[in-house]
Structures are given as structure tokens and as C-alpha cells.
């Protein structure tokens, strides 16, 4: 007797809690930039129990995400004021775009079940709040630092 037969066929991706939407990732993208994106993805990771094995693209995505500003502030000379924040918006979706391809997966479970989503309001607010007050910060110290490096030359 075959004992493959009585095995399931498919295999066991259901989240253990239900994820944020991806409206909730999309729109905290564009109203918030990278870091809003960055945050939404964690906490969607942390809630599929896969913190650990996001860890390294939640950093990865961190890292860009907080070097947005120092290109932001190299490049605002030649590009223009409205240009580079167009620019931003459109790299923030991009690396939200690449984030939802790492949990789509999860997603597509999710819509097959039919699972019920949280709410993601107050999840997008507090990220895009969150990333306003990290994104000051960082633009501040890069302006201190392209500043100091720049006055000499």
C-alpha cells in the first residue's frame, strides 16, 4: 500500500494571525515612505511568526530605507524640490512592491481561506508617524554630515 496517499497534498502556509492588507503596506508606502513600508512588513512578519526568517530583508529594506534621505539630499541640487519627492514616493512603492513578493505567499493563503484581516488604520498611522519622526531625524544627521564634508571642499 501506498502510504504517500494518506499524506496532505498541500502544503501547510496559513499564518498563525491573520496579516495586515496589502493596501495597508501600499498606502503607508506612499504616505509614509520606505521606512512606513519597512515597519508594516515587520510587524506582518512578526505576525506570521517569521521574524527570524525576515530578519534580513527587514534590514536590508531598513538599511535603504534610511539611506533614501542621504540620496535625497545628494542628489536635491540637480534633480529639483517637487522631482525628488516624486522620486521618493515612487522608490518607497518599489521597495514595497519587493516586500509584498517576500510574504505574497502568506497573502494568497490568506485570500484562499477567506481569512478576515485586521484593520490596518491604526497600524498605518503609527508607521507613517513613526517613519515622519525617524525620517527627521536621519535627514537631520545627514545634513550635518553632507554639511560638515561638504563646507571643505
Known amino acids: 500500500m501506498n502510504k504517500s496517499l494518506f499524506e496532505p497534498s498541500l502544503q501547510q502556509v496559513r499564518a498563525e494571525r491573520p496579516l495586515y492588507s496589502t493596501t495597508t503596506l501600499f498606502m503607508s508606502a506612499f504616505f509614509g515612505g520606505a521606512l512606513a513600508a519597512v515597519i508594516v512588513f515587520a510587524v506582518n512578519a512578526w505576525r506570521a511568526s517569521r521574524l527570524a526568517r525576515d530578519a534580513a530583508w527587514i534590514c536590508l529594506a531598513a538599511a535603504i530605507a534610511l539611506g533614501l534621505p542621504f540620496f535625497m539630499l545628494a ?6 524640490g517637487s522631482a525628488s519627492r516624486v522620486l ?12 509584498y513578493l517576500r510574504h505574497r505567499h ?17 497600524l498605518g498611522l503609527a508607521a507613517i508617524a513613526i517613519a515622519f519622526v525617524i525620517g527627521l531625524l536621519t535627514i537631520e544627521a545627514a545634513q550635518r554630515l553632507l554639511g560638515s564634508t561638504g563646507e571643505g571642499a
Open 106 to 122: 502568506l497573502f494568497r493563503a490568506q485570500d484562499l481561506f477567506a481569512t478576515q484581516r485586521p484593520n490596518g488604520w491604526l
Open 88 to 99: 521618493l514616493r515612487v522608490l518607497a512603492l518599489l521597495l514595497a512592491g519587493a516586500l
Open 75 to 80: 542628489s536635491l541640487a540637480e534633480i529639483g
